[in-house]
């Protein structure tokens, strides 16, 4: 049997891979994979378990221990040993905990398979850092989204300011460039492009044309056998969003 078809979306924190993913799987009637939720999760599971995050054989073990489970509706809702954490996964601090716990090597492999079932029919668009160069190697349709430093800063200042909380630009771009680091420089998987991924910078992109962009790599056969279409006015929002 064939594999089903898969699109990796990759890049750095705010290029706008969350929003643009979740649109393309919409537009293609595929299921949708946010593998940075999954390391988030299990941010959210070590610290609720008390376990040492510099110590990555316990990490580890809790990756294969928490009961991870996503419910897709409208949105998409985290459940953690049955717990809704949808919303705290979302602060900056589990962001910043996951980029560190991400970078241990036995927690990469702990969550391969739990990432690789995600692999279903009719296809799966995952979005991550490293989809297209370890995870789904052999994905068929290959995406690296990213923008400028600032661009990505002051994009995650507005959604944070359109949350009501009390945020500084000049901390923002301190953490963002802190996390790219971090995740471009680990020896274990590091954020780089897949030699056979399209770059696609989203600095002056709106959202629909990055769909738009995306969905142009793919043939018409199959986003026919999708019921997809080609024109722009995916109801997404003119502002990206997180990722
Ligand atoms: O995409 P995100 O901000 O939710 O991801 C949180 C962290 O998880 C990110 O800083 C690095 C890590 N991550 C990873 O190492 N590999 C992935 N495929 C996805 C996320």
Known sequence: MTEAPVLTIDGPSGAGKGTVSRLVARRLGWRFLDSGAIYRALAWAARRRGVDLNDADAVARVAGEMELEFICDDDVKVL???EDV??????EECGRIASKIAAYPQVRRALLDKQRAFRRPPGLVADGRDMGTVVFPDAPYKV???????ERARRRYLQLKAQGLDVNLDQIIKDLEERDRRDREREESPLVPA????????????????VDRVLALLPETVKSSSGATASSGSGGEDQLRRN
């Open 80 to 82: 953690v040993d049955g």
């Open 86 to 91: 949808t919303d705290r996964l979302q602060t």
């Open 144 to 150: 690296f989204l990213t923008a400028s430093a600032e």
């Open 195 to 210: 030699k056979d991924a399209v770059v696609i910078d989203s600095s002056d992109l709106s959202i629909d044309e990055v």
